[in-house]
């Protein structure tokens, strides 16, 4: 089934209008990415542009989720439903229906196209909403809904914006595939998945923390594609559907090993990033050392971890292209358009990480036997600032073996190196006999550039 196909075609057929996906990177600077489908509506929920007309809309939204207020990049490859760069289906009333509608929506969506299995499925709602429970009793065995506090039920998009109580549906994938001690109606685990959330749009909260009525009460709703499409496919886990299967099956073959789940956790992280990495690429965000561009940067270090790990020595990332290609070129045919380029750039910023890793990975090995249950904070920095180990990159590595890195040490390291930088960086200028490179100045003297007037000296071989 077409699931995205689907859920476009049934809210059009509802009076809503079909938009395509906003870029990552939003018209927002309160937010690093666009985390959810709402996220290119937010004014329109505010009340500082127009409603549209239809005031209804539908989208297929692509959004990324590691950093800032929703950050899943710890739980990719570690959970059946995480990725760093997912799709969000989403139905958004702007002051139009209410929650009436949106349930009874979301409902006949969920068992009459998906043909989802009522008995099944589980809701939620926010301890406080005695209307939406009184709606879902309409639909489903009272037995099965839940109410949940805000940490559950209460959605906001970052620390200020619009927000409000929301319902979610989920799906009981049974006892017997799933028994963790997170497996619980509430816990974190996979076995009670989270499909959909209809986030109730009322408030806005501001930089203090208030919450602002809207002027209009509004529907936000979300719905991962992923999800959806394991579960329609009957699997257990969005990395064994038709989504994912071609790119963990490549990097079987690029690393000659065959994948399987219980020990694929690598497979799984490099199909994962290789989605975000790329489109954020092809967006035009470029790798950095700050703010986005060091999220980027961040994954795809971390992905190419995983590839050592899988004993992949060169670039491989970059040849994962085609696959990612042929999987969603259709949808969106900027990433075939730019894939000469973005491959490129993943190719070298893969080279540069694959310069460092091996040096430092052997730190990191050297410092383990001295690491009880906190990794020294000092050799975290070493790892970051000489061999381009990313903190985040660190604390997965000793995540598998169940240790963490000593945080505080890091960034008084971190404090203390742009305090120096800052220093040195004052100190340069008409003062450049001063600070750090006074010692220098005084052993070599002046460095006068004598490239226009003097013809290069051949290198002294020693
Ligand atoms: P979870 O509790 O599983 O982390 P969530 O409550 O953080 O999910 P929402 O913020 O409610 O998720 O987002 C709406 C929907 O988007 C979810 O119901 C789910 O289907 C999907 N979704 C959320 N996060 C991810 C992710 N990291 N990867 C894939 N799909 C996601
Ligand atoms: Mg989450
Ligand atoms: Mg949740
Ligand atoms: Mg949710």
């Avoid at 929703?70 to 995480?82: C, E, F, M, S, W």
């Avoid at 699997?235 to 038709?242: E, H, I, P, R």
């Avoid at 969106?332 to 460092?356: C, D, M, R, W």
């Avoid at 904070?377 to 963490?404: C, N």
């Amino acid at each position: 089934m077409d699931v995205r196909a689907e859920f476009l075609k049934f809210f059009e057929q509802k009076g809503h209008k079909v938009i395509e996906s906003s870029p990552l990177v939003p018209d927002d600077a309160t937010l690093l990415f666009t985390n959810a489908g709402m996220v290119p509506f937010k004014s329109v929920f505010t009340g500082e542009v127009p409603r549209p007309n239809p005031p209804r809309a539908t989208t297929c939204q692509t959004c990324i989720r590691a950093g800032g207020k929703h950050n899943d990049l710890d739980n990719v490859g570690y959970t059946a439903r995480h990725h760093t760069f997912f799709e969000m289906l989403g139905n958004f009333s702007f002051g139009d229906y209410f929650k009436e509608d949106a349930i009874s929506h979301a409902w006949e969506f969920v068992t009459e196209v998906l043909k989802l299995p009522k008995e099944k499925l589980w809701v939620t709602v926010h301890e406080s909403d005695d209307e939406a429970e009184a709606i879902w009793k309409k639909h489903i065995d009272a037995s099965r809904i839940m109410r949940f506090g805000d940490k559950d039920n209460f959605w906001q998009m970052g620390d200020t914006g619009p927000c409000g109580p929301c319902s979610e549906i989920f799906i009981d994938q049974g006892a017997e595939n799933f028994n963790t001690p997170e497996d619980y109606m509430g816990g974190d685990g996979d076995r009670f998945l989270e499909i959909w959330n209809l986030v109730f749009m009322q408030y806005e909260r501001d930089a203090s923390g208030v919450l602002h009525p809207l002027p209009k009460p509004s529907i936000d709703t979300g719905m991962g594609l992923e999800r959806v499409t394991a579960v329609k496919e009957g699997v257990f886990s969005n990395y064994d559907s038709s989504l994912f299967i071609p790119l963990t099956n490549k990097v079987a073959e690029l690393c000659r090993k065959p994948y399987a789940y219980a020990t694929g956790a690598s497979y799984r992280v490099i199909a994962d990033h290789i989605r975000a990495v790329s489109f954020l690429v092809a967006q035009g965000t470029t790798f950095g050392r700050v703010g986005r561009g060091y999220v980027l940067r961040r994954i795809l270090r971390r992905a190419v971890r995983h590839g050592y790990l899988l004993g992949l020595r060169e670039p491989f990332m970059y040849k994962l292209l085609d696959t990612l290609c042929d999987l969603m070129g259709k949808q969106y045919p900027y990433l075939v358009a730019k894939k000469e380029v973005i491959a490129e750039q993943i190719k070298n910023e893969e080279e540069s990480f694959f310069t460092t890793i091996a040096s430092g990975l052997e730190l990191f090995e050297k410092e383990l036997p001295n690491t009880k249950t906190m990794f020294s904070g000092e050799v975290a920095f070493k790892l970051y600032d000489t061999y381009g180990f990313p903190l985040d990159l660190t604390a997965d590595m000793l995540r598998e073996k169940g240790l963490s890195v000593n945080e505080a040490e890091f960034e008084a390291l971190m404090a203390e190196q742009k305090a120096r930088s800052k220093a040195s960086w004052k100190g340069s200028g008409d003062k450049a006999t001063q600070g750090e490179f006074k010692p220098l100045l005084e052993k070599f003297g002046v460095n006068t550039f004598v490239g226009y007037t003097q013809k290069e000296a051949k290198t002294k071989v020693l």
